[in-house]
């Protein structure tokens, strides 16, 4: 008997009598089972290569997936932890295990419907005018995007205010004044980790308001490492890793080419990219099941990529946290954690992490995240507000 069918065998054994609901012990002891294969000495295990081990890991992955189902709306996967998802206490998982967990429950994703919609909150730090204290501003982003003509696609945004980041920044904001709104004079320094405000920022909530998709947007299905990508182009994206892997790295080798930068490291450069194309791929654009599931694989084979451990995110989501670093520029870097549900295989939130100094000498955090409330398939249609155009 095969790996896949001791996995398979296990899997149900497991999860036996608990049919309807997702099994707490049975994800746990199925991790818990990964994590211990890979820690007993190659020449115990039952496999005979590392390439074969792999396989039997992506197995294993594919059994907690099974018992771990995904919760559904309209077709559409809701992005919220599963009950089954968190690992106990003994195990550990390490990032690898996790996105290979992650690959195999995203190949149960649906792979079409009425509109691709993502559902994203925003949230970013940057000190006030006066560099006293760090304000933190919220935003809400819904694409709504649809590939038969008949339908519209949609873009529906909200500001949805500011206010002053921890406890301590509000205690500073009082003894300011407690001001409403900010004026940030355009040449501010801000060493590159946030942009200036081009008018004043307001405490306030703003309006929610929806825009048709037009101009260079129209026909268009996404962005792929900030480059707009067709319908098309979108469903040619490889399903299969090596594929997906040259198609990423092809699309780098012609970027670079045509923008340049002097003095770069083009080799940790494409690797950066790299990633961040498959990061694009698993939270951003309509690319088939297949060709998610292998972004994630391609990134369990990534170095510089580790497991933090079990981590809430900006909306008090409990999921996994991958850590890994950015240089933004040469000497500046950036800590960037992806924090995804293994049982469902959807990323939870992306946030990144720098450091900066008050006027008084404080050093703060500066963060900036996404968080993402849902991605995928709808037959659903948008709830549009009055101010549309």
């Known amino acids: 008997m095969n790996n896949d069918q001791i996995f398979k065998d296990r899997a149900r054994v497991l ?34 290569s590392p390439g074969r081990a792999l396989l039997g890991l992506a197995a294993a992955a594919a059994a907690v997936a099974a018992i771990t189902p995904a919760m559904l709306s309209g077709g559409m996967i809701s992005v919220a932890p599963q009950p089954g998802t968190s690992v106990s206490t003994t195990v550990e998982p390490t990032a690898r295990q996790i996105l290979l967990a992650a690959a195999v429950a995203m190949e149960e994703a649906p792979a079409s419907g009425d509109y691709w919609r993502t559902v994203t909150i925003g949230k970013s730090m940057l000190p006030d005018p006066t560099r006293s204290y760090v304000i933190e501003t919220s935003r809400s982003f819904e694409a709504w995007m649809a590939e038969r003509p008949g339908l519209q696609s949609w873009w529906i945004r909200q500001y949805l205010g500011a206010e002053p980041a921890t406890p301590q920044d509000e205690a500073d904001w009082r003894a300011a004044g407690a001001p409403t709104s900010w004026r940030y004079p355009r040449d501010m320094e801000t060493g590159n980790l946030f942009a200036v405000p081009y008018r004043p920022l307001e405490a306030a909530e703003g309006e929610r308001t929806a825009e048709r998709l037009h101009g260079r947007w129209k026909g268009k299905a996404g962005d792929l490492m900030v480059e707009l990508i067709t319908w098309k182009e ?5 399903g299969e890793p090596e594929k997906l892997r040259s198609y990423l790295e092809e699309r780098i080798s012609r970027q670079l080419a045509a923008d340049p930068v002097p003095g770069t490291d083009v080799e940790k450069l494409t690797a950066q990219l790299l990633r ?78 720098n450091t ?18 849902a991605i995928g398939w709808t037959g659903e249609r948008p709830e549009l507000p009055a101010r549309r155009n």
């Open 15 to 48: 999860d036996e009598g608990l049919a309807g609901r997702a099994s707490t012990a049975g994800a746990d002891a199925l991790l818990a089972e990964i994590v211990r294969l890979e820690r007993v000495p190659a020449r115990r295990r039952f496999l005979p």
């Open 276 to 353: 961040q194309g498959c990061v694009d791929i698993i939270s951003r654009l309509p690319a088939s099941p297949g060709a998610r599931a292998s972004a994630y694989r391609i990134l369990a084979s990534l170095p510089g990529i580790r497991a933090e451990g079990e981590m809430t995110d900006p909306l008090g989501r409990r999921g996994q946290a991958l850590a890994y670093q950015v240089e933004a520029e040469p000497g500046l870097f950036t800590r960037v954690r992806l924090i995804v549900d293994p049982g469902t295989g959807l990323p939870l939130a992306e946030v990144t992490t």
């Open 234 to 238: 979108v469903r040619a994206i490889p």
């Open 356 to 373: 900066t100094e008050l006027a008084n000498g404080r050093q703060v955090e500066i963060r900036h995240s996404t968080s993402y409330q």
